[in-house]
């Protein structure tokens, strides 16, 4: 809850976006896996993006998390569906009141999937680990406040931070708090040992991955037998598999919802910190004109946008607060859809006609192939086109759009989803790929962070909307987290919380 | 006979195809026409059919450059996903954009981008073709590997190859095309030159003392013209079939140019609920490959008769 | 025999250059892609240490294909898993799929091509022909989708994409397998329909066919006994060309159906920039096509004695 | 409707000998139009029969009417007999096929292509055996050995072996009429068997259907254009003409009191008559003579080997040497393979000799030094190697033109006749001694002048060759040829693939302008009667060797070497019979 957000894991959490976007779930129509009282106990889940190995220490993504964490892997704390951190591993902890040390009082009972019980020392070779074997540095920023962690006895352990810091807690409710066996070799892990209730039972290298449920699992025999991750790049193709009752479930866009909701599916909306950024590169020309960003905030009918890309899910927001977060306010009416006055101030800024003496605009807008930017890409440019713009859309392939664009900055106009939870800072900083100027913003969102939480909470509402009118980017619109699955199936966590796709609850009804 | 026992193996390819079928590199529709060679001066039902059709997807490109019933790129023109009415005949996208005009603007960019791998096969297959025909030595030998290791890569992988290394696009994928269908001019070209090559007529000019470039271009290129038109006919519905594959596969045509491949692509989803999405490209795709495809065995008909003089 | 050998590596020696060279045009570092945006400088250099991509572009070619020769296709840049067994999977489901494909392209255009050919004045020599000409005019992945949204999800009769290895479970298999044969072989049906067609046709009117009328065969029998098997000449160089046509056509269907081959590898592989995976699966489909030119130019030689060089009896 | 002459006997009666054929009223016509319009004739068993006519002339379409063979877009009407079987035409085809290869069987023209090239041929003649008689597997082989043995095949056993590709034309014929003879049929139908073999093979094939057919009392139908073999072969003949029977009677009648006006004419151009050139004719064939001027050709010691797969060669010419003295007409005479053609590309320095030298209108178009090595790997390709300089190859290409043998393929279908014509003054060197052909519409008038010379129509120029029949495209390529005024005048095989009627022609057309325009005429042909007619002095070749030359009188009348008097012996003329 009160974690800073300086963390550049944009990457990971685009990957994330692409891989719930397809993810799906299903049920074999031959020979479902039937328990006692007819009710089945197994379930298929299509994702679209899939893990090219099971170590999240090394490679980085988030399709490994994804099927892992708690589900295989579980952590000390978790963060539960509202944000909230509840205990897992640890029954309780204390904090002390320099807020430097904790004191985490392990569950008794516990094993991991090859029978070793679980105890203090794993806690520690895991979160001593973090820093020597995880190759992913950047994304352990975290965990480096972290002095050392100690074994008090088998199920208690203290970690020593070098000073207070509320994210850290936070982030061990996350991949980087997940319990290895202190046994295993981290240069070699191959497979997949953890406390969770599922265990990795086979791997089909592009097309599944199939968990077993656990029957000696802390928290009672899984209730599912069988959970198979399949996955399906394409969105069609992966609502066809669920038309077709090949799978149970699916994580889709909201284009996807229309012709599925007439069929017998249930379809969850749940939050997430999703939000469609039309991106900017601030350092060049034509966005260094602040009247040109404003007048593409006039020009793009952004609940038009919403409706295509999305099917109408999805909330218009101004900046990129999303509602769940305290400091949220109301911003999408600060640039309404104006074409005209996107041609005045576009005139003011010397483009336009070259009849009327001005230069024509011409962007290169660079794409990353993945569904909703695409799709929304294409009615932007229709929109620009309303008012003199010409904008050419380049697909770029999304390995190709990250070393691009997000690495070498090199673009003028983009799209793409970034996911991670307080991210208005971090996509602000100036030698990110927006490029923009946060010399007036910067002092004020550093002002309001050392305050208490009532001014903590009016700085960023004045830093929002301070960034909002400077348009360094312009939100189309906050995404859900959207699921569609069989309505006999029950225990759907429907928002997106962390990376995890959280299967512990998942059940049939019937 | 010795002819063909002269060239054991991949060399042998040559010498059947010459006299059997059309050259294997020509991929596609090539063989309906080799067909009986009942040619009659009246009416050829398969090239009028041919006509027509590409008549009609050529007036449609040419006529969208001046004038489509809407702006095809504009969105909003019409609720988006509506079925067919009468004042949007194909209806309108997710986008609110009108079906009918982008088929239309589409059939330009079909032609356009069959026009250019055509050309580009024809412009370099050609010259290799008739060349490797004309000097049977080392050059030519040479000419004919080189386009024959072409031929290992089909259009398909070498637009997926280029799209790789130079990006996905229309330029990217009819290039591409272009290149993949080089051998197949070449062979045809070759197989034609050499037939051509063994005339008295071409021996006559030689007696005359005529050069090799005359004879090329005098003798050589008018008397196999027929069967390049012809190639480029059959290669022509080939290119629209693959940028069609390419831009569904996401690696041809960027949107939001009115490629009908794409269109096919995007209307996947609405498959079952909106399903003039997918009839309108898909059946404008059909009609432009049936009629190059039937234009070039019509052709072929009535070209042939003549081309047998050559022996 | 030795010539032939010869030139197959040699065009396989010159494809991979050609291969090598182009992909190395590719903007973009192997070692960012495959580290992602987290990767320290130390991390990334390791890495490019670790695949050898620092090292002189000559001396990567050198090791790639050495590393071919054993069978080895080199380790993904991406994953850096080893790419051997993966491509292997994938090349048996490829080669499963377009081998069953061309099994019903076959069934179905072998006779319907005679058929067309025999009847080519009547009702059904244009019916069929006009038929395969239409087929011809028709993607293949337009077939499919078309067969995924009425057979799979309105029917609810087979599944709508994903592969079952026929080793794990042979109906499952053959329900999964159906669809995408089906949408990859009716076209392909096509497509040789019509050089059955021509090569029957072209045999109507051989001379040595109305010998054998001449000497007392129908005209069913003369076909079936001297006419069939000259047309296979030519129809065996169309097969050939097709299967390389297919290797990676398939891709197309592959997509529609969610089967995982080795086209889908290939376009995976590039748009992920994995430009090892990609480089070797190329060169992979390459000799797949160059060695069925060869088998075909083998089966030519089998099948016509005046290919034989063996000498004459007289 | 039978148009007979009134001097043919009456029809044989039926009632003693069941004829082998007997044809009534035959039409035969496409849905457009009729091409045969009612003929009628009979073959009587052990009789054989010559149905004569020139191309178009209906007589194939005869004899597939008869077997059931026609194209189904081709309709009978009318009757015909076979061997007593009635009314073969109202039969299907299920029903003839018992009587095809048993009752009738036929030999077609083209035996490169009649035979299965991918069966072995004894399994191709066992299985019309086995067609027609209940005898097992076994006894069809030893059948077909034997049926090859009695056709005269050289080691039948080994033969049954082979595939077609590894037999000769004249052997592959042999094999058709084993194949036809199978079943011992009560008609032969051969339709121009002989027209694609060599002089001497034909002889041979003609000899062994008059045997054959004469063993099993099996009448013959023999269809030929060639009336010279119909004297030769036949008892009677049928003279067919644009789908009407003209005339038809005993050879002998008829060919020596045509009533038909068409007989007559084809008579007439049928009967070569020898040459007789008072002037040169009796001089001795000697270029050292003095009082002649040098020869305009002269080959020396010329050999030419091409290589083939395996290191093997072939030797197309074993040394030859002749001389040609300007003016002169000059005949080469040679069967397929004798190397005459290669010895006329090399006049027209279109290849060059391995060994030996040509010269041709004073040029030396080819030394002896010629590097062995670089020969045996490459073919030879024109221009190479000369040692002539392109000038002088230019001054021999003007000297010496060439006039092909087939009228089809000797003209660029794509091009006016204008401008096949006047291709050759387009080359400068070409027109170097034709001051008058600078500029584009002088060239046209030379080559209006030349088509007139030729007898060709003044609207030729700004036709196609399609436009045109056999001959007319043989006068169009002399006028090619001769538009620059060559010295000499290469034609090859000039007139083997014309009707008889026009062959006639396109030869009096040669000599007359030979006269005119002094030019040496080379006439390269198999024909010996061809080369009689129009030529003072004859070489004779064989598998690259000439084995004799002379004057042309003195070699026929009298020749020297064994194969001469095969050659003269075989070639049919219309004074021959066999009988």
Not at chain 2, 223 to 252: K, P
Not at chain 3, 152 to 170: C, F, I
Not at chain 4, 492 to 503: F, H, K
């Amino acid at each position: 809850m009160f974690r800073s957000s300086h963390r550049t894991r944009l990457a990971v959490g685009l990957v994330t976006a692409l891989a719930l976007a397809g993810c799906s779930a299903g049920q074999t129509t031959t020979s479902p896996d039937v328990g006692p009282g007819g009710v089945r106990t197994d379930v298929i889940i299509a994702v679209a993006l899939e893990p090219v190995n099971l170590d999240f220490t090394t490679t980085s993504g988030a399709a490994i998390p994804q099927l892992l964490m708690n589900n295989v892997y579980e952590t000390l704390v978790k963060i539960d569906q509202d944000g909230g951190i509840v205990p897992l591993l640890a029954t309780s902890w204390e904090m002390s009141d320099d807020g430097t040390e904790y004191t985490f009082h392990l569950r008794r009972g516990v094993t991991f999937s090859d029978g070793r019980p679980f105890t203090s020392a794993d806690v520690v070779a895991s979160f001593d680990r973090v820093q020597t074997h995880w190759i992913r540095s950047q994304l352990t920023l975290p965990m480096a406040v972290v002095d050392h962690t100690e074994a008090l006895d088998d199920y208690t352990v203290r970690v020593t931070l070098h000073r207070p810091s509320n994210e850290w807690l936070f982030s061990i409710g996350t991949l980087l708090g997940a319990i290895f066996p202190a046994e295993i070799d981290f240069d070699k892990m191959t497979e997949a040992i953890g406390t969770g209730p599922y265990v990795v039972a086979e791997r089909q290298q592009g097309d599944r991955i199939v968990l077993t449920g656990r029957e000696d699992h802390w928290a009672g025999p899984a209730p599912l037998r069988q959970v198979t991750f399949r996955y399906i790049t394409d969105p069609t193709a992966a609502v066809n598999a669920l038309r077709a009752g090949d799978v149970d479930m699916l994580l889709t866009t909201g284009d996807r919802i229309a012709p599925l909701s007439n069929a017998n599916f249930q379809v969850i909306e749940g939050t997430s910190n999703g939000e469609v950024l039309l991106s900017f590169n601030n350092r060049i020309a034509p966005f260094d004109d602040l009247r040109v960003r404003q007048a593409f905030a006039y020009a793009i009918d952004r609940e038009a946008v919403m409706e295509v890309a999305s099917g109408g899910f999805g909330t218009l927001l101004g900046a990129m607060v999303p509602p769940t977060d305290p400091f949220f306010e109301d911003l999408s009416g600060m640039f309404p859809f104006d074409p005209d006055r996107a041609r005045e101030l576009l005139a003011e800024a010397g483009y336009g006609e070259r009849d009327a003496g001005l230069e024509p605009l011409r962007i290169a807008f660079d794409v990353p192939n993945i569904g909703y930017a695409t799709t929304s890409a294409e009615l932007i440019v229709s929109h620009l086109a309303d008012v003199g713009v010409n904008a050419t859309i380049r697909i770029l392939e999304f390995p190709l759009w990250l070393d691009q664009v997000f690495n070498r900055h090199d673009f003028q106009m983009s799209i793409v989803m970034h996911i991670e939870a307080r991210d208005l800072m971090t996509v602000l900083q100036p030698n990110y790929y927006l490029g923009f100027d946060n010399s007036v913003v910067g002092p004020l969102a550093a002002a309001a962070d050392a305050g208490s939480f009532e001014e903590y909470v009016e700085g960023m509402r004045e830093v929002a909307r301070l960034i909002a009118a400077e348009v360094p980017g312009l939100v189309l619109c906050l995404s859900p987290n959207l699921i569609v699955a069989d309505p006999a199936l029950t225990g759907i966590k429907p928002n997106a919380v962390t990376e995890s796709l959280d299967l512990t609850a998942l059940s049939w009804t019937k | 006979m010795s002819q063909i026992i002269q060239q054991p193996g991949a060399k042998a390819a040559e010498g059947r195809t010459a006299s059997v079928v059309q050259p294997p590199s020509a991929r596609l529709p090539e063989a309906a026409a080799v067909g009986p060679k009942r040619y009659k001066p009246g009416i050829h039902p398969q090239l009028v059919i041919g006509v027509v059709l590409v008549t009609l997807i050529v007036a449609a490109a040419v006529v969208s450059m001046f004038w489509t019933p809407y702006d095809p790129l504009r969105a909003g023109v019409g609720e988006p996903l509506a079925g067919p009415s009468t004042t949007h005949w194909f209806g309108i996208d997710r986008f609110g954009r009108d079906v009918f005009s982008r088929i239309m603007a589409g059939a330009q960019l079909t032609l356009y981008v069959g026009v250019i791998a055509v050309s580009i096969a024809a412009v370099i297959g050609v010259p290799i073709g008739i060349i490797a025909g004309m000097r049977r030595g080392v050059p030519g030998a040479l000419l004919m590997r080189g386009s024959d290791v072409l031929l290992a890569f089909p259009g398909l992988l070498l637009a997926i190859i280029f799209g790789a290394a130079f990006g996905a696009g229309t330029t990217t994928a009819m290039i591409a095309l272009g290149i993949g269908a080089i051998p197949a001019f070449a062979r045809v070209a070759r197989s034609g030159t050499l037939q051509v090559m063994r005339s008295d007529y071409v021996l006559a000019a030689r007696a005359a003392n005529r050069s090799s470039w005359a004879i090329a271009w005098r003798h050589v290129l008018p008397n196999i013209a027929g069967l390049i038109v012809v190639q480029c006919s059959v290669n022509f519905g080939l290119a629209v079939l693959s940028e069609a594959a390419l831009s569904f596969l996401g690696l041809g045509t960027t949107p939001p140019a009115p490629s009908w491949g794409r269109m096919l692509q995007e209307s996947q989803q609405f498959l079952g609920s909106h399903d003039h999405l997918a009839l309108a490209p898909g059946i404008a795709i059909a009609i432009a490959v049936l009629g190059f495809n039937l234009l070039g065995d019509g052709l072929r008909d009535v070209l042939d008769p003549r081309l047998k003089g050559v022996r | 025999m030795a010539w032939l050998a010869g030139q197959l590596v040699a065009t396989l020696a010159i494809a991979s250059l050609l291969v090598f060279w182009v992909l190395r045009v590719l903007p973009g570092d192997a070692a960012t892609v495959a580290l992602g945006m987290n990767a320290t400088p130390e991390a990334l250099a390791t890495w490019r240490a670790e695949h050898g991509t620092d090292r002189p572009l000559i001396v990567q070619y050198g090791e790639w294909m050495a590393g071919l020769f054993r069978g080895d296709f080199g380790r993904s840049f991406l994953t850096g898993n080893d790419l051997t067994p993966l491509v292997l999977d994938r090349v048996q489901v490829t080669l499963i799929l377009v081998g069953l494909s061309l099994a019903l392209a076959l069934a179905i255009a072998i006779p319907l091509g005679t058929l067309a050919a025999i009847k080519h004045r009547s009702l059904w020599g244009v019916v069929i022909t006009g038929g395969s000409q239409l087929g011809v005019a028709i993607p293949n992945f337009l077939v499919g989708v078309l067969l995924v949204s009425f057979v799979s999800v309105r029917l609810d009769w087979l599944p709508a994409g994903g592969w079952v290895p026929p080793a794990v479970s042979l109906t499952e298999f053959l329900r999964h397998v159906t669809l995408p044969v089906i949408a990859l072989g009716t076209v392909q049906a096509a497509i040789i329909t019509r050089y059955v067609r021509s090569a029957v046709l072209e045999v109507m009117r051989e001379d040595f066919l109305r010998t054998a009328r001449a000497g007392g065969l129908t005209y069913g029998q003369a076909l079936m006994r001297h006419g069939l098997r000259n047309a296979g000449v030519p129809i065996i160089t169309v097969i050939g060309v097709q299967i390389s046509a297919m290797l990676i056509g398939a891709v197309v269907v592959e997509r529609v159906f969610v089967v995982h081959g080795l086209g889908s590898l290939l376009v995976d592989s590039a748009q992920n920039r994995d430009l090892q995976a990609v480089q070797s699966i190329v060169l992979l489909l390459v000799a797949l096509v160059v060695v069925i030119n060869f088998i075909v130019d083998l089966l030519y030689t089998l099948l016509d004695p005046r290919l034989r060089l063996a000498g004459s009896v007289v | 409707m039978t148009p007979a002459a009134p001097s043919s006997p009456p029809p044989p009666q039926i009632a003693e000998v069941t004829p082998a054929l007997v044809v009534r009223d035959l039409r035969i016509g496409t849905q457009a139009r009729e091409l045969l319009h009612g003929i009628g004739f009979e073959v009587l068993a052990g009789e054989r029969v010559g149905l004569i006519g020139e191309s178009g002339s209906g007589k194939t379409l005869t004899a597939l009417a008869v077997m059931g063979l026609l194209d189904d877009n081709l309709t009978a009407s009318g009757h015909v007999h076979v061997a007593g079987e009635r009314n073969l035409l109202a039969r299907s085809d299920l029903q003839l096929v018992r009587l095809r290869g048993a009752r009738m069987s036929m030999v077609f023209q083209e035996p490169m292509t009649a035979l299965d090239p991918l069966r072995r041929v004894g399994a191709q003649v066992a299985e019309v055996i086995r067609l027609h008689s209940a005898g097992g597997r076994a006894a069809a082989r030893l059948r077909a050995v034997e049926l090859l043995t009695e056709v005269g095949l050289p080691e039948p056993a080994l033969t049954a072996r082979a595939y077609p590709h590894q037999l000769s034309g004249g052997q592959r014929q042999r094999v058709l009429i084993a194949m036809a003879l199978a079943n011992d049929p009560a008609l032969l139908i051969a339709d121009e068997p002989t027209t694609a073999l060599d002089v001497t093979v034909q002889a041979r094939i003609l000899e062994l259907l008059a045997k054959v057919v004469a063993k099993r009392g099996a009448g013959l139908l023999f269809i030929t254009h060639d009336l010279a073999l119909v004297s030769q072969v036949c008892e009677r003949v049928v003279v067919l003409k644009d789908g009407v029977v003209v005339e038809q009677g005993a050879v002998a009648e008829v060919f020596a009191d045509p009533q038909h006006e068409y007989t007559r004419t084809l008579l007439a151009a049928s009967s070569l008559s020898p040459r007789l050139s008072p002037l040169i004719s009796a001089t001795p064939y000697s270029a050292q003579n003095a009082d002649h001027p040098p020869p305009i050709i002269r080959l020396t010691d010329v050999t030419r080997r091409y290589p083939r797969p395996g290191g093997r060669f072939v030797d197309a010419l074993k040394g030859i040497s002749l001389e040609i003295a300007p003016g002169e007409r000059f005949g080469l005479v040679g069967e397929s393979g004798s190397g005459k053609t290669t010895t006329l590309r090399l006049l027209a320095g279109l290849d060059m000799p391995t060994s030996g030298t040509v010269e041709v209108a004073g040029v030396t178009l080819a030394h002896t030094p010629v590097v062995e090595l670089v020969e045996t790997t490459t073919e030879t390709r024109p221009g190479q190697r000369f040692v002539a300089s392109a000038a002088e190859l230019a001054r021999v290409r003007a000297n010496l033109q060439l006039v092909f043998q087939d009228p089809m393929g000797s003209l660029n279908p794509r091009m006016r006749v204008g401008n096949i014509v006047g291709e050759p003054l387009l080359n400068p060197a070409n027109r170097a001694d034709i001051p008058e052909a600078t500029t584009r519409r002088e060239r046209r008038a030379l080559v209006r002048d030349i088509l007139t010379a030729v007898g060709l129509p003044n609207d030729a120029a700004r036709r196609y060759p399609h436009q045109f029949s056999g001959g007319q495209r043989q006068r169009i390529s002399i006028a090619r040829a001769l538009v620059c005024r060559p010295k000499v005048l290469v034609a090859d095989e000039p007139v083997s693939a014309l009707d008889v009627s026009v062959r006639a022609q396109v030869l009096e057309l040669l000599a007359r302008l030979a006269d005119e325009r002094e030019f040496t005429l080379v006439l390269v042909s198999h024909d010996l009667a061809v080369v009689r007619h129009l030529c003072d002095h004859i070489a004779v070749m064989r598998a690259g060797e000439i084995v004799e030359h002379g004057p042309t009188e003195q070699v026929w009348a009298s020749p020297k070497h064994e194969y001469t008097m095969a050659l003269k012996a075989a070639t049919p003329t219309m004074s021959k019979r066999r009988h």
